[in-house]
């Protein structure tokens, strides 16, 4: 079974810049797009940024212009730099295949923006 495991997150001031990372337990990276989602409390899980295998991005426009999304296939890691953070970029963020499989969600990481 695979499984992600997010890091990465942390308390930041409104402006600041964060790196996620997500690491998968198995070799899934060569053959999915991979994507970012963040839960808002009470809400279900949205993307914001993902990438297909042919290093398409896409970003949710909330988030345009200030979140980079990248990923080390030799790795089985994705990344996400956050910049340029607002309170409204308080979540708990995940990353998950595309369609994403329930099976395969990990325990997040929490990124609270605020001064």
């Not at 810049?17 to 409390?41: E, G, K, M």
Request: charged letters at 25%; a neutral charge.
């Amino acid at each position: 079974q695979v499984m992600f495991v997010e890091s990465g997150g942390d308390l930041v001031q409104p402006g600041g810049s964060l790196r996620l990372s997500c690491t998968a337990s198995q070799n899934i990276f060569d053959y999915h797009t991979v994507a970012w989602f963040r839960q808002f409390p009470g809400n279900e899980r949205r993307w914001v940024a993902k990438i297909n295998l042919a290093e398409k991005i896409d970003y949710a426009d909330s988030v345009k212009g200030r979140f980079t999304i990248s990923r080390d296939n030799a790795k089985n890691t994705a990344y996400l730099e956050m910049n340029d953070l607002r309170p409204e970029d308080t979540a708990v963020y995940y990353c998950n295949i595309i369609p994403s499989r329930s099976d395969f969600w990990g325990q997040g990481t929490r990124v609270t923006v605020s001064s």
